[in-house]
């Protein structure tokens, strides 16, 4: 079972940028397909971007042209460089990882992105 742990979060104004990271341990990396979702205050938690062993990437249309998503596949670690943040940017950003054998998901603990106006 992979074991996720986030990092990265922070406080910043809108405009400005963050590089969220995302360290996985206990599983085949490679054997995983892994994501960002977000939850802002009294949101449901909503899909940010995804990017698959080969490296193929999805991104929700709020975040697209803003943020990248990129693995390291020998360093277990997943990025999501986040540019032009905006207030609606605002919540927690969760990694997930999928199991492309079971296609179970397995989620980190969570990093706080707060971007003020």
């Known amino acids: 079972q992979v074991q996720l742990i986030e990092s990265g979060g922070g406080l910043v104004q809108a405009g400005a940028s963050l590089r969220l990271s995302c360290a996985a341990s206990?599983?085949?990396?490679?054997?995983?397909?892994m994501g960002w979702s977000r939850q802002a205050p009294g949101k449901e938690r909503e899909f940010v971007a995804s990017?698959?062993?080969?490296?193929?990437?999805t991104y929700a249309d709020s975040v697209k042209g803003r943020f990248t998503i990129s693995r390291d596949n020998a360093k277990n670690m997943v990025y999501l460089q986040m540019n032009s943040l905006k207030s609606e940017d605002t919540g927690v950003y969760y990694c997930?990882?999928?199991?492309?054998?079971?296609?179970?998901?397995?989620w980190g603990q969570g990093t706080q992105v707060t971007v003020s106006s």
């Open positions: 997930a990882a999928r199991s492309l054998l079971s296609g179970n998901y397995y």
């Open positions: 206990g599983g085949s990396f490679s054997r995983y397909s």
């Open positions: 990017i698959a062993g080969s490296g193929g990437s």
